[in-house]
């Protein structure tokens, strides 16, 4: 049983798509988390919702729009891909918004 | 604006040897301090965290200590078994501007072999 599930794991697309990435979490976590992970390994984060509610929303283009159906699940759409899209996204959870955080194993994202 | 830096990319150790990787920050405003530890192909697994008033947190083979006056958080693994080897990623905590949640601030990693 998955505690974080991200979907799909791999991601090849071309440039001016459209695309989403699922995560669902079975933990009964209140927090999800969107983060970006470059290809620096720098993780940084994106969004984070509590119970369905948008937290933090760090300096990511508009194009990049979280959407929290429920509280067990946080996808993310990107519209109009960009070359500098290409990273590691990774979905994560937490009890509380000051909890360490469970991570999905990461969508890996190559636009052409 | 990186505030949490992990200066040594790789550390190879001896199996049964000490381990220690070492992580700076510069926001004396984090409060809270973790370690993830990250095998290939796989999200981040938290391992060990340390709330800023205290100076030591251990939890078996895993110690982190916390230097608030030098910004500096170490983990130290002994003994260092094969089964170690892998990514560690220190991360550091703080109320985010508005107050509605936390702000986590990740390192770079650093790549721990364990040789066997």
């Known amino acids: 049983d998955t505690a974080v599930s991200q979907t799909p794991k791999y991601l090849v697309t071309q440039m001016g798509n459209d695309k989403s990435i699922k995560c669902e979490q079975n933990?009964?976590?209140?927090?999800m988390y969107w983060y970006k992970q470059d290809s620096k390994k720098f993780l940084k984060i994106m969004f984070s919702?509590?119970?369905?509610?948008?937290?933090i929303n760090e300096t990511v283009p508009n194009r990049f729009s979280p959407k929290s159906p429920d509280k067990a699940h946080l996808n993310l759409h990107i519209n109009s891909l960009e070359l500098g899209d290409s990273a590691v996204y990774f979905c994560?959870?937490?009890?509380?918004?000051?909890?360490?955080?469970?991570f999905g194993d990461g969508t890996r994202l190559s636009i052409l | 604006d990186q505030q949490v830096k992990q200066n040594s990319p790789s550390l190879s150790v001896q199996e049964g040897r000490i381990s220690i990787l070492n992580c700076d920050y510069t926001?004396?405003?984090?409060?809270?301090f973790l370690w993830y530890k990250k095998y290939p192909a796989e999200g981040p697994t938290f391992l060990i965290s340390?709330?800023?008033?205290?100076d030591k947190n251990e939890d078996g083979r895993f110690t982190v200590f916390l230097n608030k006056s030098a910004k500096h958080l170490s983990l130290h693994i002994v003994p260092s078994q094969p089964g170690d080897s892998a990514v560690y990623f220190c991360?550091?905590?703080?109320?985010?501007?508005?107050?509605?949640?936390?702000?986590?601030?990740f390192g770079t990693g650093t790549s721990l072999t364990v040789i066997p």
């Open positions: 933990l009964g976590h209140d927090t």
């Open positions: 926001n004396s405003m984090f409060d809270y």
């Open positions: 991360a550091d905590s703080r109320k985010n501007l508005a107050n509605t949640g936390n702000q986590f601030y």
């Open positions: 919702y509590n119970n369905k509610e948008l937290i």
């Open positions: 340390i709330s800023s008033i205290k």
């Open positions: 994560a959870s937490s009890l509380l918004g000051d909890q360490p955080q469970h």
